[in-house]
């Protein structure tokens, strides 16, 4: 598996505040990487210097380039989405094509007008004559028709109605994706992006707190709901994280043999959503 | 060469008053010249062609004028809305998805300001006062007789040669306030316009009440004026013609520039100018307001 991010040690301030402090991660080809965190924790700024639009300490390698020197360049092998809303609202859907197509050399307009003849988007419109959702859906035929390496989406769902929200990541891995291409995102919703992911990136506080697959998340976490009497006996295998719902104590537990587990009640695997409360509040603890 | 192409047709398609107010502004001389030279002759027929070729001809100088003064107005607020607008839209960061080089799409913003915008303007100025003359050649003929049209296609030639030596060398020297423009452009969080206006007021203000000195003031005006007295020399012109008779223009006569590109003045702009615009492309490159 080659990498095809890695950094190391990534910081960068505003004023007193570190929005990255001491960030190194791996990103493998052909994985699906969900950046997860809270608001403020750094994920934006991880992604803004990964497509080389900020600047940065430490040392970071994206596709064999430093994204603080060259660009331009590596935007030739990355795309990426930053938000809904930044097609500029004059571009008509074919000047958006007869541009990208004319200074991308990755980029092939029959995929892309291929893709948009599945939409109810008329080429001669401008941006501002679209809905939100056509807008995404204009963005994505753009950078689905572009031969890159690395896709990076951040929020790239957000304002969008929830039949815009499902059919974006269907598309996304139905048309577009293969195991030579490699995506980064972050997203508000965990829910809607948790099944196709393969590996998990935490990060709180401008640090990682957790960089795990999902397969090795499914082996090594495991949730239980306890009855209150076994409660005490539960938190004998000292769980990571225990949180009340409906009366009931749920544990989670890292690395603990299930058999040992079992009595106590029903297990299963935590959702990446708990799994990341658990992460930031245990921290926290 | 592909790229270059659409990243200025891209400033056409955002920017479409660049060739829009031009087109505006001719269609206003061409309708109110229909309207007034049929009234003229037909009214005033008494008046002498010679008379009227004068008034024709200064209308004709007008027009050409009013398309200077219309470019430059365009060229000022294109340039402090060129890197700003992307910002105030957040479309920049869709531009900076493309593999375009912010020095690539700083360069195609001067050079359609710069050179794109005033060569669209100077030529619907020639259509125009082209078509200005036929229509009052037309009027004329048709009400006071026969009439020379007041510009002899050798000197209209001569007045364009004119008008491109003095877009070339004013655009030399004012290259550090174009390149202004658009550092403001790319760094203002808004009113680019104030932005450029007021602080070098502020510090002339500043200058004048501390230290009772108008050295900024000095180095701007020069740099405004300066290229005028430099760049003509109509000297030669009023001893050749000491009875006021209408001057003939001839380029070679009036056009000095051996003494502007003799003139540290001119290369000290420019240098000024790339460090300047060095400094509006690494904003762009690392400027992080979205």
């Known amino acids: 598996m080659s990498a095809v991010i890695s950094a190391s040690g990534l910081t960068k301030s505003f004023g007193s505040t570190r929005a990255l402090d001491g960030v190194s991660f791996e990103v493998g080809e052909g994985r699906i990487v969900g950046l997860i965190g809270p ?4 994920k934006t700024t991880a992604l803004k210097a990964i497509l080389g639009l900020t600047s940065f300490h430490g040392d970071l390698n994206v596709l064999g380039h430093d994204p603080r020197k060259d660009r331009a360049r590596l935007m030739r092998e990355v795309c990426f989405i930053a938000d809904v809303a930044v097609l500029p609202r004059w571009l008509k859907v074919n000047q958006a094509l007869d541009f990208v197509e004319a200074v991308h050399p990755g980029f092939q307009r029959s995929r892309a007008e291929a893709f948009l003849a599945k939409t109810n988007i008329d080429s001669r419109a401008k941006v501002k004559a679209l809905s939100k959702g056509m807008v995404t859906q204009l963005h994505l035929a753009l950078v689905m028709a572009i031969d890159a390496k690395l896709l990076v989406l ?3 769902t957000i304002g969008l109605d929830i039949i815009y929200r499902k059919d974006f990541y269907t598309t996304l891995l139905n048309a577009y994706f293969d195991e030579r291409r490699t995506i980064l995102v972050t997203t508000h919703q965990v829910e809607e992006i948790e099944n196709i992911l393969t590996d998990l990136l935490f990060i709180d506080r401008g640090r990682i707190v957790l960089q795990s697959t999902m397969e090795d998340v499914a082996n090594d976490y495991v949730e239980v709901m306890v009855k209150p009497e076994k409660a005490d006996a539960a938190r004998q295998y000292t769980p990571v994280y225990e949180r009340e719902v409906f009366g009931k104590s749920v544990f989670l537990f ?15 695997t935590p959702s990446v959503a708990d799994l990341f409360v658990a992460k930031v509040k245990g921290m926290a603890a | 060469m592909n790229t270059w192409n659409y990243l200025l047709r891209r400033e056409l398609w955002e920017h479409r008053s660049l060739y829009l107010a031009p087109i505006v502004l001719a269609s206003l001389w061409l ?20 008379l009227l070729e004068g008034l024709m001809g200064g209308v004709s100088v007008l027009a050409g004028l009013s398309f200077l003064v219309l470019s430059l107005f365009l060229v000022i607020f294109y340039l402090l809305d060129a890197l700003y607008a992307e910002r105030k839209d957040r479309s920049i960061l869709f531009w900076k998805s493309l593999p375009v080089s912010d020095t690539a799409t700083v360069g195609s913003k001067l050079f359609v300001g710069v050179v794109l915008a005033p060569a669209i303007a100077l030529t619907t100025a020639l259509v125009t006062q082209l078509a200005l003359m036929l229509v ?4 004329v003929a048709l009400g006071s007789g026969p009439w020379d049209p007041p510009f002899s296609p050798k000197a209209l030639v001569e007045i364009y040669g004119l008008f491109l030596y003095a877009a070339v060398v004013i655009g030399l020297w004012y290259m550090p306030v174009f390149g202004w423009l658009l550092l403001v452009s790319a760094w203002g969080k808004r009113s680019p316009f104030l932005w450029a206006v007021l602080p070098p ?10 230290r009772h000195t108008s050295l900024l003031a000095d180095l ?3 740099r405004f004026i300066g290229v005028f007295m430099l760049a003509f020399d109509f000297s030669g012109v009023v001893e050749r013609h000491p009875d006021f008779g209408a001057p003939v223009v001839n380029l070679s006569d009036i056009a000095t520039p051996e003494r502007v590109f003799a003139s540290p003045g001119l290369w000290v702009g420019l240098l000024v100018a790339l460090v300047i615009l060095a400094g509006a492309v690494w904003l762009r490159r690392f400027r992080d307001d979205t």
Request: proline letters at 7%.
């Open chain 1, 39 to 42: 608001n403020g924790a750094g």
């Open chain 2, 201 to 210: 007021a502020a510090i002339m203000m500043l200058e004048y009440n501390i």
């Open chain 2, 31 to 50: 309708v109110s010249s229909l309207l007034n030279f049929g009234h003229i002759t037909v009214h005033f027929d008494f008046i002498p062609p010679q």
């Open chain 1, 254 to 268: 890292k690395g603990v043999e299930s058999q040992a587990l079992r009595p106590l009640g029903e297990l299963r």
């Open chain 1, 154 to 156: 951040d929020e790239p």
């Open chain 2, 220 to 222: 701007i005006s020069d």
């Open chain 2, 136 to 139: 009052s050649s037309v009027a």
